[in-house]
């Protein structure tokens, strides 16, 4: 894979995952509401992607260190593979009940992040545990600030 795609959903998926986990815990313990979660999760999948690749965009055209076409292989995998995570956490919704589906979303958001710093740890010969480890665990920590934010707006709010 070129290494300008690489750094697109590597991006991508790791935003996708983390920021929608978030977003979507936040709203459900701040709302009790399944259109407010769904309606997030189209926001962060449209909203975010754009945002994210042109994050992405802007920063390989600060580096220098890549031509145009590169730097568009960047933006476009970014956007793309943001679009499709974030996307993915809909599907839940379609099959179970609010709280049953943001708890197979924490799954399927674990899970896939350990299955890509798993091939991202290998690739590098480093140790897939400490890799999984560290990134798993930011996870976690923006989950459990997300739940308490959305307690707080439930409370102090509604």
Known sequence: MRESIKIGVSF???????????????????????????????????????????????SEESSHRNGKKAIWEATIATFLTKLIIASSFIIAFLFFALQTAVIVNLIWGLVLLMAFNYILAKQRGEKPWMVIGEHVLIAILVVIITFFVGKFVAYYFV
């Open 12 to 58: 991508g998926l790791t935003s996708g995952i983390i920021t929608t986990l978030g977003l979507m815990v936040g709203l459900e313990t701040g709302t009790g509401l399944r259109l407010a979660v769904i309606g997030g999760i189209l926001t962060i999948a449209i909203a975010d992607a754009f945002s994210d690749a042109l994050g992405i965009h802007m």
